[in-house]
């Protein structure tokens, strides 16, 4: 039987961005910059097996192809907005696993669109983004061995 792909899925959230001043803004600011980060192939289509894409007015959703550039994403993201510490303030949750749907393309560009994409990698994704706003964290991580987990989660 052939091993299942494991991917990184990445949800970040802008907390409390309802309570903005200028919201609209903030959320063209937002597309901009998912725009941009896609653009970097270190960063983009390179890096990610779906791209960093809006799901819901503050919610960012990506799956990555390389691991090793999930920081420079996340902290990419986070400068954009001020820097940790900063209102607004993003929050990220990555899970470790498989996709239940697999990779699916839409749209012109054809590429997949992690929005309508679901398994384990997104539940875990989605825990670990549920932890980290309730232990006031920037970023949890799930679906590793639990030592991983451990470790990763006290950096």
């Known amino acids: 039987m052939e091993e299942e792909q494991l991917y990184l899925a990445l949800i970040g959230d802008m907390v409390a961005s309802r ?6 803004r903030a959320q063209q600011h937002l597309i901009e910059a998912i725009q941009q980060l896609n653009s970097r192939p270190e960063l983009g289509m390179e890096a990610l097996a779906a791209p960093l894409t809006l799901t819901a007015g503050d919610e960012v959703q990506a799956l990555i192809r390389r691991p090793e550039t999930t920081m420079t994403l ?39 669109n992690p929005a309508i994409e679901d398994g384990p990698c997104f539940h875990l994704a989605r825990a670990a983004l549920e932890a980290a706003k309730k232990e006031r964290r920037w970023v949890r991580c799930m679906g590793f061995e639990p030592r991983v987990d451990t470790t990763l989660n006290a950096i």
Do not use: N, Y
């Open 19 to 24: 309570e903005l001043p200028d919201r609209k």
């Open 74 to 112: 996340i902290q990419e993201l986070t400068d954009r907005f001020g820097g940790a510490g900063k209102f607004p303030v993003f929050v990220f949750g990555l899970g470790l696993g498989t996709l239940s749907t697999g990779l699916i393309p839409v749209g012109p560009g054809r590429l997949p």
